[in-house]
């Protein structure tokens, strides 16, 4: 999730958050991540009201650049958060950041951290509108509706797996809605942009394409809040674990109108 929407931006807007939240329970979901920093402090009260559990993200993105001024700046922005956030009842955890990919401490840091969460979206980030080398290399990626359904379909048979293994605690999708983003290029910004950029990121491949045009379309809902056949599929599919694993009566609005049978991921 982001703090955005099409009409106020990155402004509070008290009505879009109390629809977000009924979207949320609509859903059948029961948690969201801050990404990728702390939101406005009303956000947190809604969610003490409807129940909703917080996972408290600290303003951070790829910890592999930090120098020691810039850990200090960090440790110092999650004290913050955790000063401000700790006696809300909604707040289960803290993220300490978005994709921290270091992977010269990773077995250090599976000692000390209580969830590890891993992320995937293929084919947005790598060879974006590079469609000649797609062609040749891999299989044609559709950005359908049908497509995100059945990208999400497969997740839900790994996951599957996973919980019958017992060590599964929960999914995030990524992303509740579209939100803007800025269309640009690396190698073509302006220079000042690209020189305030760490050196291991300023040879990056998918910073050197354009990505994202439009914004980032990868919502189950439109940057308006209107359900993608995706948030259908994702609500049929949590209804359907609560009637499987805690016995809860399927709301009939989960069926579809067309066959008036519970959605099934396998069959998409």
């Known amino acids: 999730m982001h703090e955005d929407s099409d009409l106020r931006g990155k402004g509070w807007d008290p009505v879009l958050w109390v629809k977000n939240f009924n979207l949320i329970k609509w859903l059948g979901a029961n948690a969201f991540r801050t990404s990728h920093y702390p939101y406005a402090e009303e956000i947190y009260q809604l969610a003490d009201e ?11 993105v790829d910890t592999d650049g930090f120098s020691d001024t810039l850990l200090a700046k960090h440790k110092q922005s999650l004290t913050e958060l955790i000063r401000r956030d700790k006696n809300h009842p909604s707040v289960i955890m803290w993220s300490i950041s ?3 990919s270091n992977q010269t ?14 992320n995937r979206y293929n084919g947005w980030y790598a060879n974006p509108g590079q469609t000649a080398q ?22 839900f048979k790994a996951f599957d797996l996973l919980r019958k293994a017992g060590f599964f605690a929960g999914e995030f999708i990524w992303n509740f809605a579209d939100f803007k983003t800025p269309q640009w290029r690396v190698g073509k910004g302006p220079q000042r942009r690209r020189d305030r950029l760490q050196p291991h990121v300023r040879h990056l491949k998918w910073l050197r394409s354009i990505t994202r045009v ?37 709301p009939e609005t989960t069926y579809y109108i067309s066959d008036a049978q519970p959605a099934k991921h396998e069959e998409l």
């Open 105 to 118: 401490i990773l077995q250090f840091q599976g000692r000390h951290l209580d969830i590890i969460s891993f």
């Open 50 to 60: 409807y129940g909703i559990m917080i996972i408290d993200e600290c303003p951070s």
């Open 134 to 155: 797609i062609t040749n290399n891999y299989p044609e990626y559709i950005w359908s509706e049908e497509y995100q359904c059945l990208l999400i379909s497969e997740h």
């Open 214 to 250: 439009g914004g980032n379309k990868k919502g189950i809902f439109t940057r308006s809040r209107q359900p993608k056949a995706a948030a259908h599929h994702l609500r049929s599919r949590y209804h359907a674990l609560a009637t499987s694993d805690y016995g809860v009566i399927l």
């Open 98 to 100: 978005n994709e921290p």
